[in-house]
């Protein structure tokens, strides 16, 4: 209990309004009944409306374009950096900020609150330390949040008014130090939940039971190569009401996290269609957005996985953005709970993680072998984000293999460049994991046209 004191410290700077204004059984109450019981906070909007056009897509992208956080522009950023960036920021009067733990190697783990409405959201990211994306979002949320008089002003009022929303942006400071995933220990955070041997864990699981929060967004990133749907497009964000049991039943706190996420995605599939997918739902009792379900928290994971041309996920920002403005207005006004959850299930799952690359058909010219042979070529890049630095996966007949790019190659011949290539005693092989660059050309003389250069600017370009 000893971490609860400090938590409830910072509830009473925080928070204090919460009891005075909101009955105490009134979340818990709410589990094992769902959206029907619980009574919704005063209607603003026509939900008739809001079925035909989801909410929140022009404002969501007024405050992601308005209200970016320009002092991270990359998705790669430390603690020091992050609150460099969001000092200035959470000064303003309408924020607090309390800290509510510290990490393995002593960095301050913060809240940043916002309103003072009875209904109370929490919203935590990068318990993984290399998965930022959300950080960038919630950092631009709260630079919204600090301006009464800009943009959206009428429903972010609605949120200050019914809507208590605490923020921890980087959870995990001391795994976001080294860009990996684990904290300082080698612990992953998100296993974390029910043995809380971390301080990180305990610090979430304090904030937790002192806000007592109806609404909770766990917020990640996920494998920038899974695929949105078997054959579908790369996932550019997957969604997740978790399950509270083995059985998966929609019941409880899980009611309300997926006419949440149902809100979300439909939100989401106007700005990237086939891009949103709905990640796996298998109960793991060590997890965080598991258990906060149980703990009476419907709670939405948000995993972003990575789209074409965008190295440094601004646009997944943005869209994070969007997503989330559109669910704090929806719990606000209380507009989910009309929600069809239809959205939701009818996303497609996240599915088999794609080779980056494959190359089909090509004939390979290899030095010391009269004939060129033909095979076909898969390959992953070491930065599947930034799609940077690619390298030999399989060689040979890869059929079925699915990748989110597929160079045709028929007819063509593939000339390695050397970086590919290891030479031995005068013979040549193709190695797995060399370092991946060649030209296609027309024909098998080393000279003959060139249809394509692979990585398209190797030449010249330093490798690694
Ligand atoms: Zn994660």
């Known amino acids: 209990m000893s971490h609860a004191t400090q938590s409830q410290n910072w509830l009473a700077r925080a928070t204090l309004v919460v009891a005075a204004t909101m009955a105490v059984g009134c979340s818990s109450s709410a589990v094992g009944t769902g959206a029907a019981s619980r009574p919704a906070p005063e209607r603003t909007r026509s939900s008739t409306l809001t079925a035909a056009l989801?909410?929140?897509?022009?404002?969501?992208?007024?405050?992601?374009?308005?209200?970016?956080?320009?002092?991270?522009?990359?998705?790669?950023f430390?603690?020091?950096?992050?609150?460099?960036?969001?000092?200035?920021?959470?000064?303003?009067?309408?924020?607090?900020?309390?800290?509510?733990?510290?990490?393995?190697?002593?960095?301050?783990?913060?809240a940043a609150t916002f309103g003072s409405g009875p209904t109370r959201v929490l919203l935590w990211s990068q318990m993984h330390g290399d998965e930022s994306t959300a950080t960038m979002s919630l950092a631009d949320l709260l630079g919204w949040f600090a301006d009464p008089a800009g943009a959206q002003r009428e429903m972010r009022d609605q949120i200050s008014r019914q809507l208590t929303v605490v923020m921890v942006p980087m959870l995990n400071p001391d795994g976001a130090e080294l860009f990996q995933r684990q904290n300082a220990v080698g612990v992953d955070v998100n296993r974390d939940a029910a043995s809380l041997a971390t301080p990180e864990g305990r610090a979430l699981k304090a904030l937790r039971d002192s806000l007592r929060p109806q609404f909770g967004f766990n917020l990640h990133d996920q494998n920038a190569r899974t695929l949105a749907g078997n054959g579908g497009k790369q996932a550019a964000i997957a969604l997740l009401a978790p399950a509270l049991n083995a059985q998966r039943t929609f019941e409880g706190a899980r009611i309300n996290a997926r006419l949440v996420a149902a809100g979300m995605a439909a939100v989401l599939d106007r700005e990237i269609p086939g891009r949103v997918a709905r990640y796996d739902d298998s109960f793991n009792p060590r997890a965080f957005g598991d258990l906060m379900q149980t703990w009476?928290?419907?709670?939405?994971?948000?995993?972003?996985?990575?789209?074409?041309?965008?190295?440094?996920?601004?646009?997944?920002?943005?869209?994070?953005?969007?997503?989330?403005?559109?669910?704090?207005?929806?719990?606000?006004?209380?507009?989910?709970?009309?929600?069809?959850?239809?959205?939701?299930?009818?996303?497609?799952?996240?599915?088999?993680?794609?080779?980056?690359?494959?190359?089909?058909?090509?004939?390979?010219?290899?030095?010391?072998?009269?004939?060129?042979?033909?095979?076909?070529?898969?390959?992953?890049?070491?930065?599947?984000?930034?799609?940077?630095?690619?390298?030999?996966?399989?060689?040979?007949?890869?059929?079925?293999?699915?990748?989110?790019?597929?160079?045709?190659?028929?007819?063509?011949?593939?000339?390695?460049?050397?970086?590919?290539?290891?030479?031995?005693?005068?013979?040549?092989?193709?190695?797995?994991?060399?370092?991946?660059?060649?030209?296609?050309?027309?024909?098998?003389?080393?000279?003959?046209?060139?249809?394509?250069?692979?990585?398209?600017?190797?030449?010249?370009?330093?490798?690694?």
Request: hydrophobic share 40%; glycine share 8%.
């Open 54 to 76: 989801p909410c929140c897509l022009e404002a969501g992208r007024e405050v992601a374009e308005r209200y970016r956080a320009t002092g991270i522009t990359r998705r790669r």
């Open 78 to 110: 430390t603690h020091d950096e992050l609150w460099a960036t969001l000092d200035p920021i959470v000064a303003a009067p309408s924020l607090r900020v309390a800290e509510i733990g510290r990490s393995i190697q002593g960095r301050s783990i913060k």
């Open 296 to 464: 009476g928290t419907s709670t939405v994971l948000v995993e972003s996985g990575a789209m074409p041309g965008d190295p440094e996920k601004q646009r997944l920002r943005a869209l994070n953005v969007v997503a989330l403005v559109s669910a704090l207005d929806a719990i606000a006004t209380g507009r989910y709970a009309s929600t069809s959850p239809a959205a939701y299930d009818a996303l497609p799952m996240n599915a088999r993680q794609a080779m980056d690359v494959i190359i089909v058909g090509a004939s390979v010219v290899m030095p010391g072998h009269a004939d060129p042979f033909r095979v076909d070529l898969s390959l992953n890049y070491d930065e599947p984000v930034a799609r940077l630095h690619p390298r030999v996966r399989e060689v040979g007949d890869l059929r079925g293999v699915v990748a989110l790019d597929t160079i045709s190659a028929a007819g063509l011949f593939l000339h390695p460049q050397p970086s590919m290539l290891t030479e031995q005693g005068g013979y040549y092989w193709l190695r797995i994991d060399a370092p991946a660059a060649f030209t296609l050309r027309r024909g098998a003389d080393a000279r003959s046209e060139v249809v394509r250069s692979f990585p398209a600017e190797s030449r010249g370009r330093r490798e690694r």
